[in-house]
C-alpha cells in the first residue's frame, strides 16, 4: 500500500514537474527574467511550490529575481509574496503527507533525496520538535527537508503549519525585499549567498535565537 502511494505522489510530482518545464528547462538568473515577467505571481508559486516539495529550485536565486521585478514595476509586491508563501506552504505539505503517509524508512531507500542530509533532519526534528521546523527554514539543504520527520513522527499539523508559515514568512519576504532594494543588483544576493551562505544563515539563526530568548526573559519580568 505504502509503494502505491508513493508511486501516486511520486507521479504527481512528475505532472507538475511537466507542467512547470517551460519554464525550469531556462531556469538560470538571467534568461528566467522573460519567465516571471510573463508569468507573475503564478511562475513564483509553481516554482516556490516545486522547491519546498525539495526539488532542485533555488529560492535564493528565484526570490531576489522577484525583488527586481517588482522594483521595475513588472510585478505586484502583495501578489507576488502571497504566491511565495503559498507556494512554500504547500510544497512542504505535500513532503509533511509523504513523510506521515510513506514513513521515513521507504523515504531513505528512494534517490528523490538525499539519505545523509534526511538523517540530519531527523536528528534535528528528533532533538528540537517546532523549533527545527522554524529554524530549519533558513538552512540550505534542511528546509525542505525537516517537513519529511515532521509528517513521520506525527506531528500536530497546526504546530507544523504556523512553523512553516513563520518561517517562510521571513525568509519568502527577506529575500524580495532585498531584490527590491538592490534593483538590477540583485545577482549580487546570488553571488554573495551561494559563496557566504553557512555564515549568513548561522547569523540569522543566531539572531533568531537571541530575539527568543529576549522575548521570553521579558514575559518572565527578568529583563
Known amino acids: 500500500m505504502k509503494k502505491l502511494v508513493l508511486t501516486g505522489i511520486t507521479a ?9 518545464w517551460p519554464v525550469l528547462k531556462s531556469f538560470n538568473p538571467t534568461d528566467y527574467a522573460l519567465e516571471v515577467m510573463s508569468g507573475g505571481p503564478w511562475v513564483v508559486f509553481i516554482l516556490m511550490a516545486l ?16 525583488g527586481y521585478m517588482i522594483s521595475q514595476g513588472r510585478m505586484e509586491l502583495v501578489p507576488a509574496l502571497a504566491a511565495a508563501i503559498a507556494g512554500s506552504m504547500l510544497g512542504s505539505y505535500v513532503d509533511y503527507a509523504i513523510g506521515k503517509v510513506v514513513g521515513l524508512e ?8 538525499s539519505r545523509s542530509a534526511l538523517e540530519s533532519a531527523t536528528r534535528w526534528f528528533d532533538r528540537y520538535g517546532a ?5 530549519t527554514r533558513f538552512l540550505a539543504g534542511f528546509r525542505t527537508l525537516i517537513s519529511f520527520p515532521a509528517g ?14 513563520a518561517g517562510s514568512v521571513i525568509w519568502d519576504a527577506s529575500l524580495i525585499y532585498l531584490g527590491i532594494f538592490l534593483g538590477s543588483r540583485w545577482s549580487q544576493v546570488v553571488y554573495a549567498g551561494s559563496r557566504y551562505y553557512l555564515e549568513a544563515s548561522a547569523l540569522v539563526v543566531v539572531l533568531l535565537l537571541v530575539s527568543l530568548a529576549l522575548f521570553l526573559l521579558r514575559r518572565k519580568g527578568r529583563i
Open 152 to 165: 513521520a513522527f506525527g506531528m500536530r499539523l497546526t504546530a507544523f503549519s504556523l512553523c512553516t508559515l
Open 106 to 113: 521507504l523515504l531513505r531507500r528512494t534517490r528523490w533525496v
Open 131 to 135: 523549533y527545527a521546523v522554524f529554524l
Open 12 to 20: 504527481a510530482v512528475a505532472v507538475m514537474i511537466a507542467l512547470a
Open 51 to 66: 522547491e519546498s516539495a525539495s526539488l532542485p529550485i533555488p529560492s535564493e536565486v528565484l526570490l531576489p529575481l522577484t
